[in-house]
């Protein structure tokens, strides 16, 4: 593939301001003569641009199909407008949308915006396309990359302080990527991301999501969350990243979520809103299921990472947590869920199990109880005598019969 560079536009390398204006031409200048390539059907060379710093406070639209922009060395695009420091807009509305573009290639597009700007950089309608980004700076209300309906991308976004020992011009965005929808059923969908973010507010914010897989990288040092899901994120996939010294370092408001052989350092949460979700495997240290949380599962985990003695908090009935390590007491085992009373009505009294690994129910008082059948798929398998403990698996129902007062029955949660 024949290439050209930035330089053939006219775009004056160096961080001398005053290329600002010259450089907003050079760059609309190249997007243009891309785009019109496109349009008259030619094939497009790779763009690059060498080493150095560009400045500029005018992005152009990168969304250009087929191309492929690419950094040679490190190359500083130092932004000083307003506006996104970036941006690759397949368009706002159904039906518009590009494919096939690749921002960054190899290189180290590296995006430095005040924090007076925007997003360093933002992408939307994108698909089968490629980001690689490392962020600086950017807006403090904003993210290092914000997307709006992706398929089928590959996102490598690094967005930290750390490699020039603080954030350009002081500013911290509020998050290191915020992924999310153009509309209800158009969200950042399959991609397949690397994230690595240090020192935000938020580390990866999940607002329109489906079925994305995050793959190796780390969140460390977010004051709020390392990762926030939102009800909107869908089947997403968080597999081998580390969270480190974060406020809480994943709270999952998102459905069918799986979080698979990671390790977090403070807190994982499950809010009451999750559902189907599950964290199987990886070093953890407090693990909290709230009430209203519906089927969540927590399998094979070590938890009390640094021998705190903080543990696995199941307060949602229909959660299956599974074997797990304790750290301090060096043992697997099962989690012993705290007993029930059940609220006995009118005779017959019909008590469906609702529990994943189903409970043991106890009469303690029988009061005038004068029998018991148990029910599986709706037939009657064993009448039980009233001393006699209930194995209920998931879905049977036990039917309680008795002549006055209501007997007393407890369940024990398997």
């Not at 690397?194 to 040092?221: M, P, Q, R, W």
Request: hydrophobic content about 35%.
């Amino acid at each position: 593939m024949a290439s050209i560079d930035l330089s053939s536009y006219g775009v004056i390398y160096g961080a001398n301001q005053a290329n600002v204006s010259n450089n907003d031409g050079a760059l609309a200048a190249c997007a243009m003569w891309f785009a019109a390539q496109v349009a008259a059907g030619n094939p497009l060379p790779k763009l690059t641009s060498h080493e150095g710093i560009v400045c500029y406070s005018q992005s152009p639209n990168w969304a250009i199909p087929g191309l492929f922009f690419e950094a040679v060395g490190d190359v500083h695009l130092r932004y000083f407008g307003t506006g996104d420091a970036v941006t690759i807009d397949g368009g706002a509305t159904s039906p518009q949308k590009t494919s096939n573009v690749n921002f960054g290639g190899a290189g180290n597009f590296i995006l430095e915006a005040p924090g007076t700007a925007q997003n360093a950089c933002y992408a939307r309608a994108l698909l089968r396309s490629s980001i690689n980004i490392r962020v600086y700076g950017a807006g403090a209300q904003s993210a290092g990359l914000l997307t709006s309906w992706l398929v089928d991308c590959d996102i490598n976004a690094v967005v930290t302080p750390d490699e020039t020992g603080g954030w350009y011009m002081n500013a911290q965005p509020l998050a290191g990527v915020s992924l999310g929808a153009r509309k209800s059923n158009e969200q950042t969908s399959y991609c397949r991301i690397k994230a690595s973010v240090d020192g935000c507010t938020i580390g990866a914010y999940l607002s329109g999501t489906l079925g994305n897989h995050f793959e190796g990288g780390y969140i460390e040092g977010c004051s709020g969350y390392g990762m926030q899901l939102l009800s909107g994120a869908l089947n997403d996939k968080v597999r081998d990243m580390d969270f480190e010294t974060n406020g809480t370092d994943i709270t999952c408001d998102g459905q069918y979520t799986t979080l698979e052989d990671i390790d977090t350092s403070s807190h994982v949460v499950f809010t009451s809103n999750s559902v189907a979700s599950r964290l199987v495997g990886g070093n953890h240290d407090a693990v909290t299921v709230n009430l209203g949380a519906k089927g969540i599962a927590v399998d094979r985990i070590r938890y009390g990472r640094a021998l705190s003695g903080n543990g696995i908090t199941n307060l949602d009935p229909s959660s299956d947590i599974g074997v797990n390590y304790n750290c301090l007491t060096k043992k697997w085992s099962d989690q012993c869920l705290p007993t029930n009373a059940i609220s006995v009505g009118a005779s017959p009294f019909i008590y469906t199990s609702a529990l994943p690994r189903g409970e043991t129910l106890l009469v303690t008082t029988p009061a005038s109880l004068t029998g018991i059948v148990l029910y599986r798929n709706g037939a009657a398998v064993e009448n039980f005598p009233p001393t006699q403990p209930m194995f209920l698996s998931y879905g049977d129902t036990a039917v309680f019969s008795f002549t006055g007062g209501a007997p007393t029955v407890v369940s024990l949660p398997r």
